[in-house]
């Protein structure tokens, strides 16, 4: 399945990224950018089915992840670092325009393209993290507080308490408690609780991935660790501060936004389906299609890789005026 | 008039000056103006502009960036980047003009870097520009302008010496400060009198130890209360945040153990990025920066152009030096209005 892509590793933005590439390079050019904890192997079925319907896909190991650099201190983990990486990519391959879609911090990571350089941006597909309204009297970190100690986003803050809950676990365990992980709420663990003890192992694994396909992942994490990955939520309150020049400001860019109904975060009444399918983000996005997959969960393109890899296709074609 | 805003988490002052009269009694609003000062200076420097085009029909808007004069000034150098001060920038516009509103801007000096990084990052919410003194330059990965100024000029040249000052070894201390403490001893009204009457071409040396005795006499355009005016202001606010503006042009790492995110790092996604927005650009040929290693060829010889493709038009004035609009206020103003006029 994945024995044509290619890897190979291109200097951007002073660090070297690993890359995995596959498809016709004379075609238009479809950067995939993946989440938390993950790789570019987050994307195989979508780099297969793509590639094979007249797009060259290109998808990094983004910055502190796997096979790419992995600079120490969160500072060099802001949106502008991420956004510039992006960036020299599409340089390389000399790429006025690119279609680009992310998940989880790679859906951050889209979002902020779409601020910084919406020149270099023809469409986004965004999963799982749609894009909100920058609060200029509010700062994560205090956002944050209201939930607790036992929110995900603030265990992971202090360097160096997140990795060493990970490290009571081997690294297959931690892999298979995210990405298997249904649990809809905000991932807020019990008192005295660190997140990686309290998220659950299923006994049986779910169809839509194996144990091989697991410790693929888990083999690149025990080698790079997890600081880098950490170093993104880190970074949050600096991200905050550097995207005020973006206060208020409405996407441009045509975008579609995926996500399944089970996704983090999707448990009660306000839950991220709820603002996505509201006004308040049609009216700062309002070029946008939004798409719920029933019973889909977090790691979505994974899990309905055929759906998720359709939904891209075709609305990445109709920018081309391409239908089927 | 003197405003204050709370804008981007700092409570900034601007002045304002608006139309004495109205456009033919229509109901559009005046075309807003938003100008932005250089560095030894403040909100002052466009007093001359602000008379002569508020009587023209515009709405004149002069802030004191961040750091300076009458505006907050955070303390740490982290907060003085490009993004902080864009979103200083477009805060004031969203309060005080609206937030679906473009302006016109005129920058000079830092206030023309600042411009320049505004037009890169929102666009949209600028009509056009006049810029003065400081050209564009796309960020360069492979360029370090302090190594590149200290290849020119040496360690003495003033912005090599408004950077970090101390790097101990193995040890995470970064120690600013050092030019601070050198411009209390010279005195606030010595230092300012120094920078605002540089005439010379070549560069701004600092050597440790180098001697303010020498009388200045003011030039014709600087009087005695402008001085004042900028005396007290510096007097109150001091110099740091003014120099922080210099201590964010390069990347800084200390060990590679300890890294700091400085408008250069940030400005890496713009690498290769054009600015899209109209500009007419005016310098002085006797201003220093003209003068700097590069920068006539740059100008004239179309690679200025090739990175602000919309440069409607480059004016080099004789004579005048760093300061031109407050040398040849007239002049500069008609050159403003000449050009906001076609828009």
Sequence with gaps: MTSEVREKKIKTNGIWLNVAEKGDEGEPLVLLLHGFPETWFSWRHQIDFLSSHG?????????????????????????????????????????????????????????????????????????????????????????????????????????????????????????????????????????????????????????????????????????????????????????????????????????????????????????????????????????????????????????????????????????????? | MNRFVKVNGINMHFAEKTPSFTDNGASRPPPVILFLHGFPELWYTWRHQMVALSSLGYRTIAPDLRGYGDTEAPESADAYTSLHVVGDLIGLIDAVVGDREKVFVVGHDWGAIIAWHLCLLRPDRVKALVNMSVVFEPWNLKRKPISMFKSFYGDDYYICRFQVSQEWGFYILQEYGEIEAEFAKVGTERVLLEMLTYRNTGPILLPKGKSYDDPVSLPSWLTEYDVKYYVSKYEKSGFTGPVNYYRNMDRVTINFCFARCRTWEMMGAFSNAQVKVPVKFIIGDKDLTYHIPGTKKYIHEGRFKSHVPLLDKVVVIKGVGHFLHEERPDEISKHIHDYFLTF
């Design chain 1, 55 to 324: 797009y060259h896909v290109v998808a990094p190991d983004l910055r502190g992840y796997a096979d790419s650099d992995s600079p120490p201190t969160h500072e060099s983990y802001t949106v502008s670092h991420l956004v510039a990486d992006v960036i020299g990519l599409l340089d390389h391959y000399g790429t006025a325009q690119a279609f680009v879609a992310g998940h989880d911090w790679g859906a951050i990571i889209g979002w902020s393209l779409c601020l910084f350089r919406p020149d270099r941006v023809k469409g986004f597909v965004s999963l799982s993290v749609p894009y909100s309204p920058r609060d200029p009297n509010l700062k994560p970190s205090d956002l944050f507080k209201s939930f607790g100690d036992g929110l995900y986003i603030t265990q992971f803050q202090e360097p160096g308490r997140a990795e060493a809950a990970f490290a009571k676990h081997d690294c297959l365990t931690v892999m298979k408690k995210f990405l298997l992980t249904t649990r809809s709420d905000f991932w807020v663990a019990p008192p005295n609780t660190e997140i990686i003890d309290d998220l659950e192992v299923p006994s049986t694994l779910p169809d839509w991935i194996t144990e091989e396909e697991i410790q693929v992942y888990a083999d690149k994490f025990q080698k790079s660790g997890f600081t880098g990955p950490l170093n993104y939520y880190r970074a949050m309150d600096l991200n905050w501060e550097i995207l005020a020049p973006w206060q208020g400001y409405k996407i441009v860019i045509p975008t579609k936004f995926i996500a399944g109904d089970k996704d983090i975060g999707n448990e009660g009444a306000n839950g991220t389906i709820k603002y996505v399918k509201g006004e308040m983000f049609k009216s700062i996005v309002p070029n946008l299609e939004v798409v719920v997959i029933e019973d889909g969960h977090h790691f979505i393109q994974q899990e309905m890789s055929e759906r998720v890899s359709q939904e891209i296709l075709s609305f990445f074609n109709k920018l081309r005026n391409i239908t089927e």
